[in-house]
């Protein structure tokens, strides 16, 4: 039996909830093309946020340690990819449109720059007089314009929610994004922009105490961990690395189903009956439980001070900034350094926002290599 598009529309709108945003109620692509015979607005979304030259590029961007510290370490690829495991448990939990969530998490932090944050911070600060840079705006700069794989039009041509979804992770709507109307965005959109707090919190935590920079006595300064560990049978003084598997499995998990749970009783209490209802809502209705808030909040605040401000972390950081402001002060001075291609594009766009693209879009291990190749 094939099931082709319609009848998979039809499908999803009878087993989804009725605050979830359906596939027959997409406001569209900016530019008409044929959809899929056998896949939904959302699924070919997803599809084409996978092939993408950005999303290939995560698996060498840095998520806390950068590429080379070790490879067992998360990357922005395998961080994305937890994302999309946390949001759709949650989703499919909740009754939501899971290949539209999918679709977000894939794609949540396309726009981020080589060294993490670090990256974003030094970009951000060099392009102050020419519209700055924030990763949500870049991820939509790439899928939107960037990204050049179809002939008639520049980007992905992705559903108006996907974007949406982008638009308003961590924030209101990114500069940029012009919304058919103001609202929080989808509930998909929310439990994306929760799991992406959940999983970098818990895989976080697991690679601090992999590399040693976090010592496992040093979590009984968090009462929730050790009264998760004391649950599970563990002693966090003398924690084996199975030890350290499990307590990370368990505190997901504890997570997982706080954010499902919570979620659920706010939808229910707001009395949603339809997507727009929760665009609508005056907040936002995917949420951690008040004592799950707070146990997030207190490790969030641990690997702060004990795992993100470690000496060790902080060098890498210092490192990260020279190789960014170096390559940005390089290619402005002398944009003949840039490949003919990118130079091409100076006119049209500027050339501030042509290197900062350029930059971007570099992987660590590129970032540094084309230092290398600038140093004297």
């Not at 709108?13 to 945003?21: G, T, V």
């Not at 439980?289 to 702060?304: N, Q, S």
Request: charged share 25%; aromatic share 8%; glycine share 6%.
């Amino acid at each position: 039996m094939l099931f082709p598009r319609e009848r998979l529309l039809a499908l999803e709108a009878e087993r989804l909830a009725p605050y979830a945003q359906k596939g027959l109620d997409t406001w569209g692509r900016h530019y008409p093309e044929p959809e899929s015979p056998y896949r939904t607005p959302y699924q070919k979304d997803r599809d084409r946020i996978l092939h993408t030259t950005a999303f290939r590029r995560l698996e060498y961007k840095t998520q806390v340690f950068p590429n080379w510290a070790g490879d067992y370490y998360r990357t922005r690829l395998t961080h994305t990819l937890e994302v999309a495991q946390v949001s759709r448990s949650i989703a499919r939990a909740l009754g939501l449109n899971e290949d539209l969530t999918e679709a977000i998490a894939l794609s949540h932090d396309l726009g981020h720059p080589p060294f993490g944050h670090t990256g974003e911070h030094v970009l951000n600060t060099l392009m102050q007089d020419h519209g700055g840079f924030e990763h949500n705006a870049q991820a939509l700069r790439i899928l939107t314009h960037l990204e050049v794989r179809y002939p008639g039009f520049r980007g992905l041509n992705l559903t108006y929610e996907v974007l949406e979804g982008i638009a308003t992770h961590e924030a209101a709507y990114s500069p940029g994004f012009k919304p058919l109307y103001e609202g929080q965005g989808t509930l998909e959109a929310q439990v994306v922009d929760l799991s992406d707090a959940i999983a970098y919190a818990a895989h976080d935590l697991d690679d601090g105490l992999r590399s040693g920079l976090l010592a496992p006595g040093e979590l009984s300064e968090v009462a929730f961990l050790q009264a998760l560990a004391r649950e599970e049978g563990l002693d966090l003084e003398r924690l084996t690395e199975l030890g350290r598997r499990v307590l990370v499995r368990q505190l997901l998990g504890y997570l997982i189903t706080q954010a499902t749970l919570a979620t659920h009783e706010k939808v229910e209490a707001a009395g949603v009956q339809s997507a727009e209802a929760v665009r609508r809502h005056p907040s936002r209705l995917a949420a951690l439980g008040e004592e799950a808030e707070k146990a997030l909040k207190a490790l969030k605040a641990f690997l702060m001070e004990r795992f993100y401000r470690h000496p060790e972390v902080l060098r890498e950081r210092r490192k990260a900034e020279a190789v960014l402001e170096g390559l940005f002060a390089a290619y402005t001075r002398y944009p003949e350094l840039l490949p003919r291609e990118v130079q091409a594009k100076i006119p049209e766009e500027g050339l501030e926002r042509i290197v900062c693209d350029y930059i971007a879009g570099m992987t660590d291990r590129y970032a540094l290599e084309a230092y290398r190749r600038l140093s004297p």
